[in-house]
């Protein structure tokens, strides 16, 4: 395997030595000779190869080096030099020498402008000195020989040979360089990958115009389409026509079939036209057979002088030209826009300037780069590669051990060491090890909630270039690519932080993974999590008074068994836990204390802390303190109908109108009573009364300051047995804790009382009570201890049937005269007194 560098052209690009590829000598062709061709300036040194001279000075010694001559030729076969001298310099280039090239504007004796050393034989070493500073160098190599006769007249009259001479050599080059691209393609590791890549990086550094390459197509279409992009001359020609499609059709690879078809007639003629052989021919070289050759180099660091093995022209020697021109340009003055960032131990694309487009085209002519820093005495070698536009170039560092820090980017310009202006800083790639979210971008991250921009922190991301989100632990999943931010742009120096944008609209509530790729391809996980929907409260804000010790607030809203807790400056909050297992809660209790300084008309922000959350949720006023509730501070009863059968403490009978007379505090001028029942299952509608109301027979009114005077028949609120109570009501500040006005009692009124002569047991006769509500009663006798079970169910009075009769057992003889009778009402233990005698 054999290193191939582009050794032609004016933007024909250098890597330092040992870094070019290897690759098998003199593809599409056979090789004739191997040689090598340095050259030498006084004073300088080392002695550098011809082919990577950026500048031939005048007095310069050009050193040819026999490395293989074929045995076959090695007695007759000769090599000589054609030289164009530089004619005019352009402003601002030319010699690196102070002051004017003495021999710059100097003709030869015969006033030519085309230059023919002498020939020498190739089997020995030998030596040319140059006469002239020059931009084009020919060597003609004759394996019979070379007659060169001395250049004639008709070199000045022939206007077209420079030309023609210029034109060979630099599409020669682009072919060469064409080639070896194709070849170094082939050759590496990526060669699946789609070769137009390549194309645009060779179309951009060389100027050429190229279309997409169809890689399906055969290998003699897609070589026919290359050779005819680099070399518009041949767009009226036909490669298939001649002999040459059969070296196409037989290739193995599509920079041998590029190769194969230059070399020889009459595709190398077209190169710089048949009628630069045939000047040559006529003026210089008698009876000699021009054939286009390329110049590969080897390992041995020598030149293999490649062509196609063809037949001469009868009475003709055959000879190889091939012809290396120079840019004849001091050295650009590059720089690079800025500070320039770039990771360790990997591949990187730079962006680069020069003073003028001209510079930038022949800056790759530039070798043995190398990055230097003021920390390390001894500068490195790097690998630079033109990249994929014309302003920009790759930076290798994949096999290069450097320690992080700041260097600038060198190289040599023939003898001499040029800087890029402009830093590059070196930098490790991050390892994202503590890289994560931070919290309260985390909390952000909640189903539902759209677009959410979250902040990673925890490691250096100014190399990462692709962030793609996927469901943890879901290995089938496609992962979707994200927009970041970074803070100073990519590749711009340490950035402790970046923004991801994470729209959650489609993203269930789960575990996730941010997959980081930075830019040498390794790919970092960042675990996240979106939450489910957050909590909601929907009745605020939420009142509390002043003057509680203690008091309870009611939550309502949405997903509330999520919070873990509420905390305000000046309350004290403790969560009533939620029933377990009970999901998307939507009622909650909260006991809490106020501070000693919150007042009235004070708005306390309320904090959420929810499960799964780092930071609490803010609720901006969420808690009004409102004034002292509302208190009653006393009731007493007092009833205009008449009662027949005894009421116990705390009762009131239903039936009729009670009045109560309520002392209330912190009442205000608008306060309301809500009457109810303890007991759910026996309350009927709530009676709400505000003072100068009526509802039916109830009534509410002021009765002085701070007192109201309450009607209202029990029975209209609640059944018999429940606990009537009240509530005073205030719109600002809220309910006070209801008050019990007592059990209500729906007691029987008993008219009449008469005792029969009917024995319904020992010592047991019956009897009957007539009035009203008699179904209460359950039992009847003389004293509160002992009873008799009544013998059946009221019935009504005819023509008043409002009232009833109920038949009773009672026993004899009463305990004395006009003996009070008793009765229990249903479910009592005790007897009652009533006013009915016997």
């Known amino acids: 395997m054999r290193r191939f560098l582009i050794l032609f052209g004016i933007m024909a690009f250098f890597v330092p030595q040992g870094c ?179 194309l645009t990086g060779f179309s951009a550094q060389y100027g050429v115009s190229m279309s997409k390459l169809d890689t399906t197509a055969p290998t003699d279409a897609q070589a026919n389409q290359l050779i005819r992009a680099v070399m518009p001359s041949m767009s009226a020609y036909d490669p298939n026509t001649s002999d040459r499609s059969a070296v196409i059709a037989q290739s193995t690879g599509l920079a041998t079939a590029v190769a194969g078809l230059f070399f020889g007639s009459p595709v190398g003629l077209a190169a710089g036209g048949a009628s630069l052989f045939m000047n040559l021919r006529s003026m210089m070289f008698p009876d000699t057979d021009f054939h286009a050759a390329f110049v590969q180099t080897t390992e041995t660091n020598g030149m293999a002088l490649c062509t196609k093995s063809q037949t001469s022209k009868p009475r003709t020697r055959p000879a190889y030209l091939w012809i290396l021109r120079v840019p004849d340009a001091g050295a650009p003055q590059a720089s690079l826009p800025g500070p320039v960032y770039l990771p360790l131990g990997g591949k990187s694309e730079v962006k680069i300037a020069c003073a003028n487009p001209g510079q930038l085209r022949i800056l790759p002519r530039a070798r043995e780069w190398q990055l230097a820093s003021t920390a390390h005495t001894a500068p490195v070698p790097v690998t630079i590669t033109v990249g994929n536009s014309d302003d920009s170039f790759e930076l290798d560092l994949s096999h290069t051990k450097l320690p992080a820090g700041q260097y600038r980017l060198t190289a040599m310009w023939d003898w001499d060491q040029v800087e890029v202006k402009g830093d590059v800083n070196l930098r490790p790639i991050a390892s994202f090890t503590d890289a994560k979210a931070t919290a309260d971008s985390q909390d952000n991250l909640v189903e539902g909630s759209g677009p959410v921009k979250i902040q990673l922190a925890g490691a250096d991301f100014e190399f990462v270039n692709k962030v793609a989100i996927v469901p943890s632990g879901d290995s089938k999943a496609t992962p979707k690519e994200l927009s970041f931010t970074l803070p100073k742009g990519p590749s711009a120096g340490e950035q402790t932080a970046m923004d991801v944008d994470v729209d959650s609209s489609a993203l269930r509530a789960g575990s996730y993974l941010l997959k980081l790729t930075q830019i040498n391809g390794s790919t970092h996980d960042v675990a996240i999590t979106i939450h489910p929907s957050n909590p909601t409260v929907s009745n605020l804000p939420l009142r509390v008074n002043v003057g509680e010790p203690q008091q309870t607030v009611t939550l309502e809203g949405t997903g509330l068994e999520r919070l873990e807790g509420l905390v305000s400056e000046g309350a004290t909050w403790e969560l009533v836990p939620p029933p377990a297992g009970v999901r998307d809660l939507g009622e909650r209790k909260a006991t809490l204390k106020l501070a000693a300084q919150v007042k009235k008309d004070d708005k306390l922000d309320v904090n959420m802390k929810i499960a799964g959350h780092h930071s609490p949720l803010k609720i901006a006023g969420g808690l009004r303190v409102a004034g002292p509730r509302p208190k009653i501070a006393s009731a007493s009863a007092s009833s205009s109908q008449a009662i027949y059968v005894a009421l116990r403490q705390g009762e009131i009978a239903a039936g009729a109108a009670v009045s109560f007379a309520i002392r209330a505090e912190n009442a205000g001028l608008h306060p309301a009573i809500n009457l109810s029942c303890t007991n759910a299952s026996d309350v009927k509608v709530p009676l709400i009364l505000h003072p100068g109301e009526r509802n039916g027979t109830a009534q509410l009114d002021f009765a002085g300051e701070g007192v109201l005077f309450l009607s209202a028949d029990p029975g209209t609120v609640g059944q018999s047995g429940c606990q009537l109570i009240a509530t005073l009501a205030v719109d600002e500040t809220g309910s006070s804790d209801s008050y019990t006005l007592g059990r209500v009692v729906r007691l029987p009124n008993i008219a009449q009382f008469t005792l029969g002569n009917e024995k319904l047991a020992d010592n047991v006769y019956s009897g009957t009570l007539t009035g009203q509500e008699l179904q209460t009663i359950e039992k009847t006798g003389w004293d509160s201890k002992n009873g008799v079970p009544v013998q059946g169910f009221p019935t009504p009075v005819p023509g008043t049937p409002q009232d009833q009769t109920l038949k009773i057992g009672m026993p004899w003889p009463p305990p004395s005269p006009r003996a009070p009778i008793y009765v229990w009402l249903r479910g009592e233990k005790e007897g009652r007194l009533t006013m009915t005698k016997y």
């Not at 061709?37 to 080392?46: M, N, T, V, Y």
């Not at 007759?76 to 352009?90: D, E, N, R, T």
């Not at 140059?130 to 070199?155: A, N």
Request: charged share 25%; aromatic share 4%.
């Open 20 to 198: 070019a590829s290897t690759l098998p000598p003199c593809l599409g062709g056979t090789s004739v000779s191997t040689f090598r061709l340095i050259l030498q300036e006084e004073g300088r040194s080392p002695a550098l190869p011809l082919s990577s001279m950026n500048i031939i000075q005048s007095g310069a010694k050009l050193k040819y080096q026999p490395v293989h001559v074929p045995l076959a030729i090695k007695d007759k076969a000769q090599i000589a030099i054609l030289l164009v001298p530089v004619s005019k310099l352009p402003a601002g280039e030319g010699s690196r020498k102070k002051g004017k090239d003495k021999d710059k504007d100097k003709e030869d004796e015969n006033g030519n402008e085309l230059i023919v050393l002498d020939a020498h034989a190739a089997k020995d070493p030998a030596e040319w000195v140059i006469p002239q500073r020059s931009s084009i160098v020919g060597v003609v190599f004759g394996p019979r020989g070379l007659d060169v006769k001395k250049v004639s007249t008709l070199v000045e009259k022939n206007e077209n040979l420079i030309p023609q001479l210029a034109d060979f050599a630099q599409q020669t080059a682009t072919v060469e360089a064409l080639v070896k691209m194709l070849s170094e393609y082939e050759e590496s590791p990526n060669s699946g990958q789609d070769i137009n890549a390549a």
